[in-house]
């Protein structure tokens, strides 16, 4: 199977870390979304990576499903929990991982166009949105060592991308500040090869 996606995108480093974590295996295929003639919406008519396009031709996005997917080729250490309320807490600390970096990409993308088509109320607006998310895995996260019950899951990959993402590209921020657990975490993940493998670059 080959992964179609670029090394600063958040959604494709989730899945990047999911396949080392599962130790499977890919042959790595980069594209820029936003070159006019990349290849991307014949794989993906959202014209977004990540796309996992399978041996037998079937293409699958976005980031959950191909997550999910790599979850089950493989036994090796699960990421996703088996019973039902344990799935879905991790499912939602994913929504909310993932929906701070939308926010985050909106901001970006809005903050790009030229000064004056540019709406500030717009960025704010997104802004807040993820300064409450970052608030609020913080609280959750707490003291425990993981952002769901005692091991590792992909509640903490989708946490860690998403950080990762806004060192990267809003290092001015500064989400670290007042956000002590969180902190804690993105140091512990950053020091597994999965996180250190995958780290966004240019
Ligand atoms: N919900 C999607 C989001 C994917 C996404 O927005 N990817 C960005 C790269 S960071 C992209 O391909 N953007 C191109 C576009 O929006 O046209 C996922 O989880 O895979």
Redesign the pocket.
């Known amino acids: 199977m080959k992964l179609i996606g ?1 090394l ?5 480093r ?1 899945a990047r870390i999911v396949a080392a974590e599962k130790r499977v295996e890919y042959a790595w295929e980069p594209h820029n ?2 070159a006019p003639e990349n290849p ?1 919406p014949d794989y993906n008519p ?5 796309v996992l396009v399978l041996d037998d031709g079937t293409a699958l ?4 499903v ?1 997550c999910e997917f790599l979850d089950s080729v493989s036994p090796i250490g699960k990421l996703i929990p088996a019973d039902n309320r344990e799935r879905i807490e991790v499912r939602r600390w994913e929504a909310l991982a ?1 929906g701070a ?2 926010a985050g ?1 909106l901001a970006r993308l809005e903050g790009q166009r030229p000064a004056a088509e540019r709406s500030a109320s717009w960025i704010d607006r997104q802004m807040g949105k993820v300064a409450r998310s970052l608030d609020a895995m913080d609280i959750q996260i707490g003291t425990r060592p993981w952002c769901h019950g005692a091991a590792f899951t992909l509640a903490d990959v989708a946490v860690g991308a998403c950080v990762g993402w806004f060192d990267f590209r809003f290092p001015q921020l500064e989400w670290r500040k007042d956000r002590p657990n969180l902190a804690r975490l993105a140091v512990k993940l950053a020091e597994r090869p999965s996180f250190a493998e995958t780290a966004p670059r240019e």
């Open positions: 670029s600063t995108s958040p959604y494709v989730k979304v936003w991307v959202l014209g977004k990576v990540p996005y976005d980031s959950r191909i993932d970096l939308d990409v």
